[in-house]
């Protein structure tokens, strides 16, 4: 995709100027010219930090992580400040008065004086002779996500408000320049070896790659003014945004899920939109197909409202950032992922902002670079989704409505991104509401990025829509994984076919294990799961299936799932070879216990009798 760009030259990248991107503060009236109501939503965000004292950030908040693995305590102050600024950079630049500078200057002091913009869960880079457990007192800065913002955020304060900090100090932006130089553009210069570039190995890169590059891509190009460094780092920049473009297939289905997109897909939109307005348009790739595909994913894996697909650490809650969308969608020449967004847009209501303060040039993008357009009745909603390279399939009854069964299902393998051991798993909701769930991941801790990190029961395949054999469970790891995936769609079934075999490691003694889920809309929809398998020797086979609903046990042969008062579905299975027991299972997780309530419900169907082989056949209708 950006191989196009490479080598950058002095003719595709001009010097530093006058922005281009938006209009920097001094331009009055395009920022008076905002709509009323934005200008009065970034104003009340401004001012809320008038007069604060900033939090301080104390060793012993940073040490938490390494004393007790808790991460938020010291993510909570530092991010507090990177919100601040923020605000009172887009306060000031709407009202041009001055009363938002003092405060400004304040916080940019204190921020360019912390000892690292390097979040302690981050801190794990080889930077003291192999210690990689130590706070960063000592050697040449890090960047990692957050040390990345917080240099882009501060580069947007030097762009669009430079007379108003000359006016606080002269030398001002030069130390931004200097820390925004020593903290993040020198290093990244200086190394190759960084897991996240993607120069060093040939693996997959994920989300941190174009969520950082995009970062950097800000000072690289509106603070650094020597031309020889600034060519420097833009072909970096894109020489590692290429590995993670290389990461994807041409469905542009992404493992990490719809949240995660937000700093994947959508940074790499970020970096290429701001190349493109700051290089006047010869740096620009809007055609490339890998780059609609990647744009389409979370349209795809949208089930109604602000419900979303949420294998591995996706939630399944979530606010797509529509205003992004529509601008991704017009760009590519999309015209289903831009009326995603517009719908999303309307959705959201308020301020077209983003969703996180660090992807800051998102906020002024949604601002300035949304062209005007019709908010649409509703969101594409389109029949199927399927992603034949990351083998997901989404499918719902009918178009354009959550009306009914909807089911995505998925095969991959175990070495995913942000990965759960959950190859063949599925979801299913019906009406708009979940009926079979993945639980997704609660609040992370030092354990969640650990080698203890499959100790989580929400990581596990016993916790998921999956069968367990012999008590063994699926392991981690991309040799685990769905040998084949055949996704298939029409106007009477979509579906999904599984080779599961290699999921397992050998003490399940698995012979080979094939799992098909489909929706068909014969008549009256309903979702079929079937299994059919050959162990070495007779074992203990048994069906998990998570819900949010509880299962209510009638005859043999029959669970009812009650969703609401209008939706009641019936979940019907051999009662001759299959046995059903309930668990319940408490949430205490603060994360999960926001997407989900209290507990989920665990549905165990086990063979009455030991066996080498066999099949079931489960059928999932709606209830009478």
Request: net charge negative; proline share 6%.
């Amino acid at each position: 995709m950006l191989e196009r760009f490479l080598p950058v030259t002095g003719a595709s990248l001009p010097p530093l100027g006058p922005l281009r991107y938006v209009p920097d503060g001094l331009n009055r009236g395009a920022w008076e010219g905002l709509p009323s109501d934005w200008k009065s939503a970034l104003l009340r965000k401004g001012i809320r930090w008038l007069g604060r004292a900033w939090p301080t950030l104390p060793a012993r908040r940073y040490l938490d992580f390494y004393r007790d693995g808790n991460r938020s305590r010291f993510e909570q102050l530092y991010f507090m400040r990177r919100s601040a600024l923020g605000d009172l950079v887009l306060a000031e630049c709407v009202e041009g008065e001055g009363r938002f500078t003092a405060d400004l200057a304040d916080l940019i002091w204190a921020v360019c004086e912390e000892t690292s913009w390097v979040v302690p869960a981050h801190n794990n880079h080889d930077r003291t002779g192999g210690r990689r457990d130590l706070p960063p007192f000592t050697g040449e800065p890090y960047v990692d996500l957050f040390s990345a913002e917080t240099s882009a955020t501060l580069a947007w304060a030097f762009s669009l408000l430079p007379q108003a900090l000359d006016r606080e100090s002269p030398g001002f932006r030069e130390r931004i320049r200097h820390e925004i130089r020593h903290r993040a553009l020198a290093p990244f210069l200086a190394h190759e070896d960084w897991g996240w570039m993607g120069l060093s190995h040939g693996d997959k890169v994920n989300n941190w790659n174009p969520w950082i590059l995009s970062n950097l891509l800000v000072p690289a190009l509106r603070v650094e003014d020597d031309p020889a460094q600034r060519l420097a780092l833009v072909g970096k920049i894109l020489r590692c945004l290429e590995r993670f473009c290389a990461g994807y297939d041409p469905d542009g289905g992404c493992d990490e899920g719809p949240g995660y997109w937000n700093a994947a897909a959508a940074s790499l939109f970020d970096a290429l939109d701001l190349l493109d307005a700051e290089s006047g348009g010869t740096l620009k790739v809007w055609g490339d197909p890998l780059l609609r595909a990647m744009g389409r994913f979370p349209m795809l894996m949208h089930l109604g409202a602000d419900q979303f697909v949420n294998f591995a650490d996706g939630q399944r809650q979530g606010r797509p950032d529509g205003a992004l969308l529509a601008r991704y969608g017009r760009c590519v020449g999309d015209a289903d992922l831009e009326r995603f967004g517009r719908w999303a847009l309307a959705d959201q209501g308020g301020l077209p902002v983003a969703w996180n303060w660090g992807h800051f040039q998102r906020s002024l993008g949604n601002l300035f670079r949304l062209e005007p357009g019709p908010v649409p009745p509703g969101p594409p909603l389109l029949r199927d989704g399927l992603l034949p390279d990351l083998q997901v399939l989404v499918a719902r009854e009918s178009a354009g409505t959550t009306r009914g069964f909807a089911l995505a299902a998925k095969g991959g393998h175990n070495g995913e991104s942000h990965n759960h051991n959950d190859v063949g798993s599925f979801i299913a909701y019906l009406d708009g509401k979940p009926l079979f769930v993945d639980a997704g991941v609660g609040e992370y801790t030092k354990q969640t990025f650990s080698s203890e990190r499959y100790s989580i029961w929400t990581m596990q395949s016993a916790w998921h829509n999956l069968p367990q054999i012999g008590g063994v469970d699926q392991a981690a790891g991309g040799t685990y994984k769905s040998a084949t995936a055949r996704l298939y769609q029409g106007d009477e079934e979509s579906g999904i076919e599984l080779d599961l075999t290699p999921a397992w490691p050998k003490e399940a003694g698995l012979e080979a294990w094939r799992r098909r889920l489909a929706l068909e809309r014969r008549g009256s929809s309903r979702v079929l799961l079937e299994d059919e398998w050959v162990l070495h020797q007779p074992r203990d086979v048994r069906l998990h299936l998570l819900s949010l609903a509880e299962p209510e046990l009638g005859q043999a042969g029959e669970v009812r799932y009650r969703l609401d008062t209008d939706s009641l579905a019936v979940l019907a299975y051999d009662g001759e070879l299959l046995e059903a027991t309930v668990e319940e299972k408490p949430l205490l997780d603060g994360n999960l216990r926001g997407a989900w309530g209290p507990r989920l419900w665990r549905l165990c169907l086990r063979l009455r009798r030991e066996a080498a082989s066999g099949s079931w056949k489960i059928v999932l209708r709606r209830g009478p």
